[in-house]
């Protein structure tokens, strides 16, 4: 019989840490029907495929639940804007997110444990001894029943090693050996830890919540000469939206009527806001700052740039890094270990030196809390999260740990280089007159290039509109083909052709061979303008490096990092823009020689491999990590470990900064992790500390590398060192 399998998703809230996620998806692969089931702590999302024959989603979320998380459908992947709030879907049974910390069951359950600690202490005070024992007992078990409820839907999973199994022996055994006030303590400050932990995840999700947040609910939809509201989820391709001054573009498109300075920084970071204009692009979530524009969406909802960056990023937390590969299977044998470990500690003395049995059984239960690794498991995702967080609000995107680890050992960076050391577009650098002025040559040839959409007579004309130079009256345009273009102009033909095409025309005196070979040899294209037997002058034209190139190859100079230039231009081109950089190059290559390349300089150096073209996408991914121009095309975009969304140049340090930042921040959290573990396991064992030190060293420590890690949202990575 063919089983037949959908894919389905779900929100899961009140996930806090990578133990989280990891009881979530232990619980549900062992339902029968349910494979490639996938948790994200940060998206808080649930990702399976399933035989609803065998086991209905219905089963899936009461699994759930079972171990003490809420759940809620989301819509089929791919239907819509994936929303990274779960604030829309609020049930009052159900652990959430979006709700203040006070609201939520653990906050609930910490408040409640508090209290009950608190009137037991003051019983205490004012009654028999008796009383306060019978009211701290209460107070542990008001504690322990919810969490020992989680720790038994754990075990049925097939999951005994989990902090609430650890919690709830503790406690029992604490209160067997008459120690309830400690046991209530340790609930209390248990409950407390998980409060915090779910502040910092919370804290932690912003930046991927206010990404959703980008987008307006609404748009202006233009038909038939009338203006409604419609739901900016449900425009379609070709629709026309009105955008005001001030309001927020619903939707990636093109403008096509009206200018207006449009502010991309939520987007892309870019501070200064850009002029658009009809034919140029723009972003959903970007923001119109000064006239009402008509744009024309060329993106659905589901595909447009903030719903791309989401689905990036989340799509990032299952690409672990190796570091977190490591500790997660270490984290495996541990626990099993650390439980060996504290039954011997509970055991051994008393047997064999007729040691304290209360006492030893004692140690033996702090040691089980300290050695709960959820401190150590979550100190890799947790700094993960927070640097792609941090750098998708900056326009700077990474797939994944694995690849922000890579990035960060990055030696050597390559860059294509039109369209991402260059603007992609050439433009006039120079113009020599010979018996005229730089006006009349360029009025000239704007008169013949008029209405070509040549790039050479696009940067011409580009020239002519900045320096206010008006085209003369022309007719009959043409183009030569390999020779250049003339028209007819105040009564004769002129040409704006090649130097050979003047040569041969007999117009190059020595004065001019001699400009043109000082143009050609800086790599510039130079053209000729001349009328019937004379030359009216010469243009040189260059696609110049971007403002910002040379900047970028001193940054990653001063990271310690080499720069090379790989181009399918002319050694001579390669050698003018590459000097001028203070960078290497490789010219006159194939997209193969690319690739070949690239292999060439991985075999000795961790190389970053930047472009924009589809060209380029061979070597993207041949590099050890492809980084995408923003301004790329979707197969660069789609083939590359990270991409840059501002189009600057200086962006792949800040890149490779905030990878090395991250990879600071895990050695960090990995640090007070096991530091702290390793202190408190040998003075527990020497009876120095007791139960609720054991529990600080535990919740504290995962506390601890949680709010590290969130000092990656505030890292700056353009501040250089």
Not at 27 to 49: C, K, N
Not at 85 to 104: C, F, I, K, Q, Y
Not at 624 to 632: I, K, L
Request: net charge negative; with cysteine.
């Amino acid at each position: 019989m063919t089983r037949t399998f959908e894919a389905r998703e779900w929100t899961i809230t009140g996930m806090d840490c990578a133990a989280c996620a990891a009881k979530v998806k232990g619980a549900v692969e062992r339902l029968p029907g349910v494979q490639e089931v996938d948790v994200t702590i940060m998206s808080e999302r649930l990702r399976l495929t399933i035989d609803a024959e065998r086991t209905p989603p219905e089963q899936v979320e009461a699994t759930v639940r079972a171990v003490g998380y809420g759940i809620h459908p989301r819509p089929a992947p791919g239907a819509m804007l994936p929303s990274a709030s779960s604030s829309d879907h609020v049930n009052a049974d159900e652990p959430e997110t979006g709700r203040p910390w006070w609201r939520t069951d653990k906050g609930h359950l910490m408040l409640m444990t508090g209290a009950l600690l608190a009137a037991a202490w003051v019983i205490e005070l004012v009654a028999p001894p008796d009383f306060a024992r019978f009211a701290f007992i209460a107070a542990t078990l008001h504690g322990v029943l919810p969490v020992g409820r989680r720790a038994l839907a754990s075990l049925r999973s097939g999951m005994p090693f989990t902090i609430e199994m650890l919690m709830t022996i503790a406690a029992l055994g604490a209160l067997a050996i008459d120690a309830s006030e400690e046991a209530a303590l340790v609930l209390f400050l248990f409950a407390v830890g998980e409060v915090l932990e779910g502040v910092a995840a919370n804290k932690a999700r912003d930046g991927i919540r206010s990404l959703a947040r980008l987008v307006p609910k609404t748009a202006l939809i233009e038909e038939d000469g009338e203006t409604r509201e419609v739901a900016a989820a449900s425009l379609a391709i070709g629709q026309i939206v009105l955008v005001r001054p001030g309001d927020r573009i619903p939707a990636d498109g093109d403008v096509v009527e009206g200018a207006s300075g449009v502010d991309e920084s939520p987007v892309t970071g870019e501070s200064v806001p850009r002029l658009k204009e009809p034919g140029d692009s723009v972003f959903a979530g970007s923001i119109n700052a000064e006239a009402a524009l008509r744009v024309r969406v060329t993106r659905a909802a589901e595909d447009n740039t903030i719903s791309r960056v989401i689905k990036l990023v989340e799509e990032a937390e299952t690409a672990r890094a190796p570091t977190e590969r490591f500790i997660d299977r270490f984290s495996r044998i541990y626990m099993p270990a650390v439980v060996g470990v504290a039954i011997l500690v509970a055991v051994v003395p008393p047997l064999l030196a007729g040691a304290p049995w209360e006492t030893w059984i004692y140690r033996g239960l702090a040691l089980l809390l300290i050695g709960c690794p959820c401190a150590l498991v979550i100190s890799v995702p947790a700094s993960i999260a927070s640097a792609l967080s941090s750098g998708a609000r900056r326009g700077l995107l990474m797939k994944g740990g694995a690849v922000i680890e890579v990035a960060a050992r990055t030696t050597a960076v390559v860059f294509d280089k039109t369209g991402t050391l260059t603007a992609g577009r050439p433009r006039i650098t120079e113009i020599v007159p010979f018996g005229g002025t730089e006006k009349a040559v360029l009025s000239l040839a704007a008169a013949i290039e008029t209405g070509s959409s040549h790039p050479l007579a696009l940067a011409i004309l580009e020239r002519a509109k900045a320096d206010g130079v008006t085209a003369l009256p022309s007719t009959g345009a043409k183009a030569l083909a390999g020779r250049g273009a003339e028209a007819f102009v105040g009564g004769e033909t002129v040409a704006v052709g090649s130097p050979r095409y003047a040569d041969e025309r007999g117009v190059l005196e020595a004065a001019a061979r001699e400009a043109i070979a000082r143009l050609e040899a800086d790599g510039k294209t130079v053209v000729a303008v001349f009328r019937p037997g004379k030359l009216v002058g010469v243009i040189a034209l260059r696609d110049e490096p971007r403002e910002d190139a040379a900047d970028a190859v001193r940054q990653l100079k001063a990271l310690g990092i080499s720069s090379t230039m790989l181009t399918g231009d002319n050694a001579r081109t390669a050698a003018a823009i590459s000097g001028g950089l203070g960078m290497s190059y490789r010219a006159e290559l194939m997209p193969e020689d690319k690739v070949a390349a690239i292999r060439e300089m991985t075999a000795a150096e961790r190389v970053m491999m930047v472009g924009d073209g589809i060209n380029d996408a061979p070597a993207l991914a041949t590099a050890s990590v492809g980084v995408a121009m923003g301004s790329g095309t979707d197969v660069a975009l789609e083939t590359a470990q990270a991409a840059i969304l501002r189009n600057r140049v200086t962006d792949v340090a800040a890149l490779i900064r905030l990878a090395r930042a991250a990879m600071g921040n895990i050695r960090q959290n990995i640090a007070i992790a096991l530091g702290l573990k390793a202190v408190f396991l040998v003075t527990t064992v020497l009876g120095i500390t007791g139960l609720w030190i054991a529990i600080l060293a535990d919740t504290g420590a995962t506390v601890l590398v949680t709010l590290n890690a969130l000092r990656l949202l505030v890292f700056d990575p353009e501040e250089r060192a």
